[in-house]
């Protein structure tokens, strides 16, 4: 049985692996000319670039990162760990690159998949990943000087001399920010909302090894905002019109950050409140009315989803909108659609985990390969998409609940560990980071051994 994978980012490579598994064949397309997704060398991620994830996240469950890795791995750290994946696994048979993907059809019970030729194909896994197409807001006016997404950022060399405005305020923008700061260039940072600028680092701990627990605290929206604010995050501190109210009832949206208030602090970064509403030939200009003088305008304004290999009335079954950066497609479980049978979707949300795109992978396969029957409850399943969709105020996030997403999917896959008081790995299962190694202690492909060895190396 053969099967056609889109994509060899993370999410295709596990795709690949977890087929191989159940004795399928994959076949895995890659239009780029070589694996890694984003953060390959001409991808998304620029040089300078680290996860916003600690290394035991950005982990999938049997390949564990070297024990010098640091604590937040750079862009060819990640790239180097998925060629690693591949060898490891022997992907490489496997792997189409250089192949666009062009068209993908029904044929009967199978897929016609268009690349450089016609081939059909049993099953489909679309892995195509969320960072397909940049977000430019189109706006009037004209700007003489260089403008481009974060996806074509570099290095601060590469830019002309002169101020650089930085849109958008989440990660890439922040941590671009400060890298043009630290690079002694004039930067201001035009935050279309206030986020709390949370630390990486509890007492020298990576921040999301404590928060993404079994044991997490659940927090209403109103005691987020208190608790962050306890912290001295609040933007606030740097510019009084940032500032965030502790006493709001509204979901919080954050950023993990270390260099971004420290380059606040010391005046490098200049934060303006706004959204940018017009070009001039040397300056953006606010919907506040305040005029930006610049040489570089840098977009850090987000991605959309883009399928256009799939049909019209097949994006339909998707409720797919592409203008949606938040939750541009309804899928139960963020990985399978009622409407397109022997087809899934690995890594198709914002904000992947790798343990959540190894147990879709894992899942997809099961199915796909007919060991495990098509989930039931779908439609009530993208009915909750629905509802993330339709939310208002929007969260920050469709799925911020990491922990609860993985662990749903393990349910269905019955690898859910045994997370009873008197089970074997109680502590670190229940104090210790989630991590993609929970879910090799048991049921189907489990291997307890190299499962709690990995849950020993992280802190607990």
Known sequence: MAVAVIGAGPGGLAAAKSLLERGL?????????????????????????????????????DLPWPAATPDFPTRQQVEEYLHRYVRRFGLDAYLRLGHEVRAVERDGDGWIVTHRERERF??????????????????????????????GYRTAAELPDG???????????????AELAEAGRAVTLVASRPMWLLPRYVD????????????RATLSPAEANRRFHELGANPGRFDSRLWLDPDSSAPPFTLPTHRL?????????????GRVARLDRDAVVLDTGVRLPCATVLWCTGYHVDLPFLSAPDRSALGFEPDDLLQPLLLHRCTFAPGLPRMAFVGLYRGPFFAVLELQARWAAAVLSGAQAPPSGM??????????????????????????????????LGVLP????????YDALWRGPVVAAHYRLCGPGSDPEAAARQLLRNPG
């Not at 000319?33 to 991808?43: E, K, L, M």
């Not at 045994?418 to 790995?425: A, I, T, V």
Request: aromatic letters at 6%; charged letters at 20%.
């Open 25 to 61: 064949r994959p076949v895995v397309f890659e239009r780029a000319p070589a694996i890694g997704g984003v953060w390959r060398a001409d991808g998304a991620a620029w040089p300078g670039m680290t996860t916003n994830l600690s290394h035991p996240l950005c982990a999938f469950s």
């Open 122 to 151: 049993d099953a489909v896994i679309v892995a195509s990943g969320v960072y397909s197409r940049p977000h430019v807001p189109r706006l009037p006016g004209r700007f003489a000087g260089v403008a481009l997404h974060s996806s």
């Open 163 to 177: 101020p650089v405005v930085v849109a958008g305020m989440s990660f890439s923008g922040s941590e671009i920010a």
């Open 204 to 215: 020298g701990v990576p921040r999301d090894l404590i928060s993404f627990t079994r044991q």
């Open 261 to 273: 208030p420290e380059r606040l602090a010391d005046g490098s970064v200049r934060l303006e409140p």
């Open 379 to 412: 439609r009530e399943g993208v009915a909750a998409e629905a509802r993330i969709r339709a939310a208002r105020p929007r969260p920050q996030f469709p799925h911020g609940d990491y922990v609860g997403l993985a662990d749903t999917i393990a349910a269905e």
């Open 418 to 425: 045994d997370l009873s008081p008197g089970g074997e790995h």
